[in-house]
């Protein structure tokens, strides 16, 4: 599995912006999709955005327009772009690995906090 170490969270007020970075211990190239999820207080952990090792992008309807994922392939690192940030985006923030076989890996998870 892939070690994954997530930056970049924090407290932000409505209409600021955050980037949040996902490291990884492996060669990016040998994942075959990125991804950004969160889980909010008492709710399920639904996905917010998706990069394929392709450079394919899928984001959730609630952030289009707002956020974007990224990667760096020289740093091994990708990221999500967080702006116009909204109360409703308040939420523990996880970066998945998906590899080949099956193998999924997480971060540990970053709060986002925006106030109004």
């Known amino acids: 599995q892939v070690q994954l170490v997530e930056s970049g969270g924090g407290l932000v007020q409505a209409g600021g912006s955050l980037r949040l970075s996902c490291a990884t211990s492996?060669?990016?190239?040998?994942?075959?999709?990125m991804g950004w999820y969160r889980q909010a207080p008492g709710k399920q952990r639904v996905l917010v955005a998706q990069i394929t090792s392709g450079g394919y992008t899928n984001y959730v309807d609630s952030v289009k327009g707002r956020f974007t994922i990224s990667r760096d392939n020289a740093k091994n690192t990708f990221y999500l772009q967080m702006n116009s940030l909204k109360p409703e985006d308040t939420a523990v923030y996880y970066c998945?690995?998906?590899?080949?076989?099956?193998?999924?890996?997480w971060g540990q998870g970053t709060q986002v906090t925006v106030s109004s």
């Open positions: 998945n690995a998906y590899q080949s076989g099956g193998r999924d890996s």
């Open positions: 492996t060669n990016i190239f040998s994942i075959n999709v």
